[in-house]
C-alpha cells in the first residue's frame, strides 16, 4: 500500500477516471488516498457515449483522467464528455488529466493544406470546459501554449533515469537521442547520468508515415551501453533499425527509454525479436497482454501524477517537483 498524501478537509477533490486505463485512475486514486468518483458511462448501439456521475460535484475540484490510447478518438470524446457534464454540474475548478496527451505529432504544419491536430485538441478541451491541463512528456514543448490556461508538463525522466542507473554502470553508458528532435531531452539524460550524448540523423520518407530511410551516428558508441531515449514508440521500427545501427557502430548493448508506450502493431513483435536487451516504458497508456514481451518493463507513472494533483489542489508547486530533480543526480 502507498503512502497517502493528505487532502485539506476544508476543500473538495474530485478525481474521475474514463473507461480507457481504469487501472491508472484507481492507482492514481490510491497514492491520493481518495476513491474515484462513481460514474455511469456506457455507449449507444449508434457508438455515441453517455456519461453521468453518481455523486454530487457541485463547487468541487474536479480532476479528470483519461489516457488517449486505442481507440484514440473514442477515449477523447469520452473525457471532453465528462468536462461538458462537469460544468454544466456547476464544479468549480476541472483539470484535464492526459496523461499521453493525443495528437501530440501533428503540432505544426510540415507541408501545405496539413492540419495543426495538436492545438484543435488544445480548444476542444477549453470549449468544453476545462480550466486546466495536466500532461505528461509532450512530444514538443510548444504544445502548452495551444491551451488558454494553465498547463502543467510532468516528466518522466527521473523516473526512467533511476531505473536504467539501477540496471547498468554508469560509466558504460552513452545516451542516444533518436534524432535532432529529442537532443534537448538526451541533454537532460546526460546531466542526470553523467554520460556521454550521441545523436542518430535520420531521414525521414515525407510521403510514407513510420518510415525512416537513413540513419548515421554522430559520436562514439563503440564498446558502450547505449539508451536510446524516446518519447513514445509506436510501431517500433525507427526504434529498431536505430538500434540495430548502433550496434553496427560497436555497441556493447542497447537500451530503449521512453515515456509512452504505445506499441501498435507489429511493435511488440519488433523489439521482442530485435537485439535491444530492454524496453522501459510508463504507464501512461495501457499496454494490452498481446503488446507485452519479456524485454518490456513498465514503471508506474501514478505518484507523479497523484503529486501534481495534490500541488494543484493545494496551490503548491508543481515546479519545485523537478527543481530538485534537477539539482540532485541518480545516485550511482
Request: net charge negative; with cysteine.
Amino acid at each position: 500500500m502507498s503512502s497517502h498524501l493528505t487532502v485539506p478537509p476544508n476543500k473538495r477533490l474530485v478525481l474521475l477516471s474514463g473507461r480507457a486505463h481504469p487501472e491508472l485512475g484507481m492507482e492514481v486514486a490510491d497514492h491520493l488516498g481518495t476513491d474515484l468518483c462513481p460514474v455511469s458511462a456506457y455507449d449507444f448501439a449508434n457508438g455515441e457515449i453517455f456519461v453521468r456521475f453518481q455523486e454530487s460535484v457541485r463547487g468541487c475540484d474536479a480532476f479528470v483522467i483519461q489516457s488517449h490510447t486505442t481507440p484514440i478518438n473514442t477515449w477523447i470524446m469520452e473525457q471532453l464528455i465528462m468536462v461538458d457534464a462537469l460544468k454544466r454540474a456547476s464544479a468549480k475548478r476541472i483539470t484535464v488529466i492526459a496523461p499521453f496527451y493525443g495528437y501530440s505529432r501533428q503540432d505544426k504544419k510540415h507541408r501545405g493544406r496539413e492540419p495543426i491536430s495538436a492545438r484543435l485538441m488544445a480548444d476542444l478541451f477549453k470549449a468544453a470546459g476545462a480550466d486546466r491541463l495536466i500532461t505528461v512528456d509532450l512530444h514538443t514543448s510548444q504544445i502548452q501554449g495551444f491551451f488558454d490556461g494553465p498547463v502543467d508538463h510532468l516528466f518522466a525522466l527521473p523516473l526512467l533515469a533511476q531505473h536504467v542507473a539501477s540496471r547498468v554502470d554508469r560509466d558504460r553508458i552513452t545516451v542516444v537521442s533518436p534524432d535532432a528532435g529529442r537532443v534537448r531531452v538526451a541533454e537532460k539524460w546526460t546531466d542526470i547520468l553523467g554520460a556521454p550524448l550521441a545523436i542518430i540523423h535520420k531521414r525521414r520518407d515525407p510521403d510514407t508515415p513510420n518510415e525512416v530511410r537513413v540513419f548515421e551516428v554522430v559520436g562514439d558508441v563503440k564498446d558502450r551501453v547505449c539508451v536510446v531515449v524516446d518519447d513514445m514508440i509506436d510501431t517500433g521500427g525507427t526504434i529498431v533499425k536505430a538500434s540495430e545501427t548502433l550496434f553496427d557502430n560497436g555497441a556493447a548493448d542497447v537500451i530503449v527509454a521512453a515515456t509512452h508506450g504505445i506499441l501498435s502493431p507489429p511493435a511488440a513483435e519488433r523489439l521482442a525479436a530485435s537485439r535491444v536487451s530492454e524496453v522501459v516504458v510508463t504507464n501512461t497508456l495501457p499496454i494490452p497482454l498481446e503488446h507485452q514481451f519479456d524485454k518490456l518493463t513498465v514503471l508506474s507513472i501514478a505518484p507523479l501524477l497523484a503529486k501534481a494533483i495534490y500541488e494543484v489542489f493545494t496551490d503548491g508547486s508543481v515546479t519545485s517537483m523537478f527543481e530538485v530533480d534537477e539539482q540532485v543526480s541518480v545516485a550511482p
